[in-house]
């Protein structure tokens, strides 16, 4: 891009330590670039809090022969150094570098932007730019690249003097950051071997490579610590350690989580805000399901985040600062039964932790019934296991609000002691992934302050069908189901329709679902129905009509339904529907033209012009034809 003149500003963005001034310095020695430019490159580093008209007398004062002028304003500074590059360099193509830019600056970069043919901007930050469409977010470093660079600064003329798999274990903790490479490399270099193995072990038994290594911990700790003026946001990056290392987190679980700690919304439009800051910011890498409808209601459940490493275990490192009593936040991550030592020695006094993260091995099978930490709002659960008991001390949680029980083996994990007796008495958002629900326990049901409960590729049909129920005292405040990638789910029992102060229900990639209940009509005060991608459902019950209060249907993806509802016109609420791929579906019952106040319809070619025949009736309506996209990078094998 810096060879072609339509682009006139290109940014390179990457986390602190990344390489990206070296890469910068090495493209202004680049045989190319210098064929292109000459000698007319200027390179600036910036600082934090950067002054215009001292970045112009820079540049100014590269040009050894020219006397650095005094501005009288930055406008004027501009102006100089636009006559400056007409009158002494003319129409030969000029390159400005402008070093380590921070957030904010997009429009000091767009005062440097000016009308010269040739004239380019490369930008380096650790900080994405929105605005300017020309940026490239560098990668972390290969394995062979990073033993490349690591052993330059280990070892003498590069050549290992070690046992190889000493150094290949030490370059796989520093994950690709060429920082780390360097400062680790110089800290060996010259080390015997011993310093080599308890490097290592000390690694492999949950030391964080911050602990033993300050100049990597305060270079990186800079894009941190410029969140100190923004609590919200630094606590959600804190909480990003929660989960664990190389798994995609969820947006819809830091969405419950964020929702109880933090008072935000309950759509997901506030965390996908912040999850877009921590991007831009190179904190976390955001993964965007679905771009068809950014508008969408609770767009916020289809998208993923994962972190680096490096930058997760400087979440934890910041979470652990501080005396153990103490702490907002405890982070657990136990290897076998080596439960840690700062955990047993403090097992028999309490510990004032809102947050608590524990996860764990498939060897794991210890006792946690001493552990006390009673203040506990938020409890996340990780693990990889067919039989997972739940912690005993959770016996003695009585403020906890939301609980996520993740299992990230391959198969599904059946919970043994679920729920525990007489407890989660105020849980308000239950979350559970890869679980194998055998029966609905009574207890369960009554959780009087449940609001939310999100079922993620869970084995339940049967324990739905089974389950008699008197609804008089069945989660009085539930108020939005999630039913995800469940594939024994064939019917939705009618007791489902008795629990009238629903306003979601979220029925997404249940594909063996063939039929609704006959009362669905009963939810009242219902507001949201997806049935995404339920490609084997066949039709919508009549008592649909009931639903005064829908405003969004999702029937994306629902191949089998070949006809709607006659009665659907009587959605007298409905402001939106979603129904691309449905591609059975030959025409629109005539009482569509009775949904006056349907602003948009999000479809396909084919679905549109089924609606173009009532668009006439319909003055509010928008028809959005969307090419479906759909990004795939974030699957995982599914258990089967």
Known sequence: MLLKDEVPIVVLSAPGGSGKSTLAKLLCNDDEIKGKYGDNVFFQIVSRSPNLQLMVQKVFQSNKNRQVPIFQSDEDAIYQLEQFFLRQIGPAPMLLVLDDMWSGSESLIEQFLLPIRGYKILVTSRFVF?????????????????????????????VCTVKKHLAEEVVRGCSGSPLALTVVGKSLHRQPEDNWIRTVQNWSQGQSIYDTNMVLLNRLKTSLD??????????CFLDLGLF??????????????????????????????????????????????RKDDQDDIDYCKEHFVMQHDLLREMAIHQSKQGSIEKRE?????????????????????????????????????????????????????????????????????????????MNYGFTRAHLENFPLPGQLTNLKRLRLE???????????????????????????????????????????????????????????????????????????????????????????????LRLQSCTQLLELPDSISG??????????????????????????????????????????????MDLVQLERVICDDETAYLWNSYKDYLDKLEIVVVKEDINLNWLHKRPT
């Not at 995609?248 to 933090?262: C, H, K, S, T």
């Open 434 to 528: 890869n679980i194998s629900i055998p029966s609905i326990a009574p207890s369960i049901l009554q959780l009087k302050n449940l609001q939310k409960i999100s079922m993620i590729m869970c084995e339940m049909g049967k324990a739905l069908e089974e389950c008699t129920i008197s609804m008089s005292n069945t989660w009085p405040n539930l108020n939005e189901i999630n039913i995800e990638y469940c594939d024994d789910l064939v019917e939705i029992p009618a007791w489902v329709c008795g629990l009238i102060h629903l306003k979601r229900i979220n029925l997404r990639y249940c594909q063996e679902l063939v039929t609704l209940p006959a009362e669905l009509g009963n939810l009242t005060n219902l507001e949201v």
């Open 244 to 289: 664990p290392e190389d798994q995609r987190i969820p947006a819809a679980a830091l969405m419950d989580i964020w929702a109880e700690l933090y008072n935000l919304d309950e759509s997901g439009m506030y965390t996908l805000v912040y999850l877009h800051e921590l991007s831009n910011r190179n904190l976390v890498d955001l993964t965007l399901v």
């Open 130 to 158: 929105p605005r300017f469409e020309w940026t490239y977010k560098l990668n972390t470093l290969n394995h062979q690249d990073a033993m490349t660079l690591f052993h330059h600064y280990a070892f003498k003329d590069g």
């Open 547 to 592: 639903l005064k209060e829908l405003r969004f249907l999702d029937l994306s993806d629902c191949v089998e339904m070949d006809h709607l509802p006659d009665q659907l016109g009587d959605l007298c609420g409905l402001r939106r529907i979603r129904m691309m791929g449905c591609t059975a579906l030959s025409e629109l019952p005539p009482s569509v």
């Open 329 to 405: 936040r405890l982070i657990v991550e136990i290897n076998g039964n080596a439960i840690p030592k700062w955990l047993t020695d403090q097992m028999q006094q309490p510990i004032n932790a809102r947050i608590l993260s524990i996860t764990t091995d498939s060897a794991f099978c210890l006792n946690w019934s001493k552990v006390q930490i009673p203040d506990v709002k938020v409890l996340i659960l990780n693990f990889q296991v067919k039989i997972y008991t739940l912690p005993e001390f959770m016996e003695r949680m009585s403020c906890l609000t939301v609980l996520l029980v």
């Open 226 to 235: 410029v969140l100190d003026g923004m609590a919200v946001l630094k606590n």
